[in-house]
């Protein structure tokens, strides 16, 4: 079974940074390698929505509302993605989930709440 362990998340100003990360302890590194990482996001009363995901170094994609804000990555060795997330806004409140996905594999992590707030 494919266990992914969300941390990170918590309670920021608007303006704030946060730093997510998701570890995949169970998997070997070179199974690792040919998922495609990525976070979601589902905010109460909303359908969960992809925020960014990455196949490698020179590949991610981001949604429209967190470009040039947050920013993916992954690190095989560890068998960590993270994502940055700078300039929060109140509408990024949501619980952030990784995913991992490799043809018709496909995994979550329990979540981790990201709320933004004054």
């Known amino acids: 079974q494919v266990q992914l362990v969300e941390s990170g998340g918590g309670l920021v100003q608007p303006g704030g940074s946060l730093r997510l990360s998701c570890k995949a302890p169970?998997?070997?590194?070179?199974?690792?390698?040919?998922?495609?990482m990525g976070w979601y996001r589902q905010a109460q009363g909303k359908q969960r929505e992809l925020v960014a995901e990455?196949?490698?170094?020179?590949?991610?994609n981001y949604a429209d509302s967190v470009k040039g804000r947050f920013t993916i990555s992954r690190d095989n060795s560890r068998k960590m993605v993270y994502l940055q997330m700078t300039n929060l806004k109140p509408e990024d409140t949501a619980v952030y989930y990784c995913?991992?996905?490799?043809?018709?594999?496909?995994?979550w992590g329990q979540g981790t709440q990201v709320t933004v707030s004054s």
């Open positions: 995913n991992a996905r490799s043809g018709r594999n496909e995994h």
């Open positions: 169970r998997m070997i590194t070179s199974t690792f390698n040919q998922y495609v």
């Open positions: 990455i196949v490698d170094s020179r590949t991610s």
